[in-house]
């Protein structure tokens, strides 16, 4: 239809410049969503061994990532979460594992250092290893050695890693870390965890404050915040029905989230995708943070997506 006839009937048409604006945005994405969201960037993963951990590391690869360090307490599972990656690729040299309490400052900067060695630099970490303690209860009940333990890994572990990682982004020109916390740091709860909530509202903190500080050297900063989960982490607390329902009352979803949503999540922040997003505690908790009160009806609490 020629364009004086669309003017007759009143309808806008773009310029020539603003169509090939759109085409070029068009081609931009395009070859974005080629290559992937994290394409040619290299990551640093703790927890990598298992959860949300071996998820995000999957799909980080998935989209694109040039290197991806897996680092887990437990190097075997490190190991296994590598091979699984270099499966979902088809290629060698993509993921790299190690061995890391990251509760001890000098194995955090060797999986820092070992990302710059291997793959030339770092765009990525993502400080996801955590504690849920079995004997963590309330201030009277919790002893200050599972206290202090919980400290060290959730707060201390997020600590260190940033410390060894933001000279190595810097070095990169920039980039995102993503820190594991908790909507446990939003809400109180009376099935107590004192030291793993304290824990996450720290790493809340933690994060607002790096945030604000490196803002304008481009390293952003955020706090992912899961709601109730199914993974091994929680659901070996959660063995009975009651326990589980207990807990889904209160999410207006009615399920439990899942790993691979959690991973979306984390790749997401981490991706130039989340690129004005700093200093933020991201909720992704199937709306347990906004509930007074719930839907009645019965939905699967395992109804979410079991793979990315």
């Given at each position: 239809?020629?364009?004086?006839?669309?003017?007759?009937?009143?309808?806008?048409?773009?310029?020539?410049?603003?169509?090939?604006?759109?085409?070029?945005?068009l081609?931009?994405?395009?070859?974005?969503?080629?290559?992937?969201?994290?394409?040619?960037?290299?990551?640093?993963?703790?927890?990598?061994?298992?959860?949300?951990?071996?998820?995000?590391?999957?799909?980080?690869?998935?989209?694109?990532?040039?290197?991806?360090?897996?680092?887990?307490?437990n190097?075997?599972?490190?190991?296994?979460?590598?091979?699984l990656?270099?499966?979902?690729?088809?290629?060698?040299?993509?993921?790299?594992?190690?061995?890391?309490?990251?509760?001890?400052?000098?194995?955090?900067?060797?999986?820092?250092?070992?990302?710059?060695?291997?793959?030339?630099?770092?765009?990525?970490?993502?400080?996801?290893?955590?504690?849920m303690?079995?004997?963590?209860?309330?201030?009277?009940?919790?002893?200050?050695?599972?206290?202090?333990?919980?400290?060290?890994?959730?707060?201390?572990?997020?600590?260190?890693?940033?410390?060894?990682?933001?000279?190595?982004?810097?070095?990169?020109?920039?980039?995102?870390?993503?820190?594991?916390a908790?909507?446990?740091?939003?809400?109180?709860?009376?099935?107590?965890?004192?030291?793993?909530?304290?824990?996450?509202?720290?790493?809340?903190?933690?994060?607002?404050?790096?945030?604000?500080?490196?803002?304008?050297?481009?390293?952003?900063?955020?706090?992912?915040?899961?709601?109730?989960?199914?993974?091994e982490?929680?659901?070996?607390f959660?063995?009975?029905d009651?326990?589980?329902?207990?807990?889904?009352?209160?999410?207006?979803?009615?399920?439990?989230?899942?790993?691979?949503?959690?991973?979306?999540?984390?790749?997401?922040?981490?991706?130039?995708?989340?690129?004005?997003?700093?200093?933020?505690?991201?909720?992704?908790?199937?709306?347990?943070?906004?509930?007074?009160?719930?839907?009645?009806?019965?939905?699967?609490?395992?109804?979410?997506?079991?793979?990315?």
């Open positions: 239809m020629p364009f004086d006839l669309l003017k007759k009937k009143g309808v806008k048409y773009f310029s020539m410049c603003s169509l090939l604006r759109l085409v070029r945005s081609v931009h994405l395009k070859t974005i969503a080629m290559a992937g969201r994290l394409a040619n960037k290299i990551a640093v993963v703790t927890g990598a061994g298992g959860g949300i951990g071996r998820k995000s590391a999957l799909l980080f690869a998935k989209e694109g990532a040039k290197g991806v360090v897996c680092a887990d307490l190097l075997d599972a490190a190991k296994e979460t590598a091979r990656v270099t499966e979902l690729v088809g290629k060698k040299n993509v993921a790299i594992a190690i061995g890391a309490d990251v509760s001890k400052s000098e194995q955090s900067k060797t999986m820092i250092d070992l990302a710059e060695k291997t793959f030339g630099g770092l765009h990525v970490l993502f400080n996801n290893a955590g504690l303690h079995s004997n963590d209860d309330d201030a009277v009940a919790t002893s200050e050695e599972v206290w202090d333990l919980t400290m060290a890994v959730n707060v201390k572990g997020v600590f260190f890693g940033c410390k060894h990682a933001i000279p190595a982004l810097r070095r990169s020109g920039g980039g995102s870390i993503v820190n594991t908790s909507f446990v740091g939003v809400l109180g709860a009376a099935t107590p965890q004192l030291a793993y909530t304290a824990s996450k509202g720290a790493v809340i903190a933690l994060t607002r404050e790096l945030a604000v500080i490196h803002a304008r050297e481009n390293i952003r900063v955020n706090a992912l915040c899961p709601g109730p989960l199914n993974t982490l929680l659901q070996k959660l063995d009975t009651e326990k589980k329902q207990r807990r889904l009352v209160h999410v207006p979803m009615g399920r439990f989230g899942e790993a691979a949503e959690m991973a979306k999540a984390a790749l997401f922040l981490a991706s130039d995708d989340a690129s004005y997003i700093t200093g933020t505690k991201f909720l992704v908790d199937g709306g347990i943070t906004a509930a007074y009160v719930t839907p009645e009806q019965k939905v699967d609490p395992f109804g979410g997506p079991a793979d990315i």
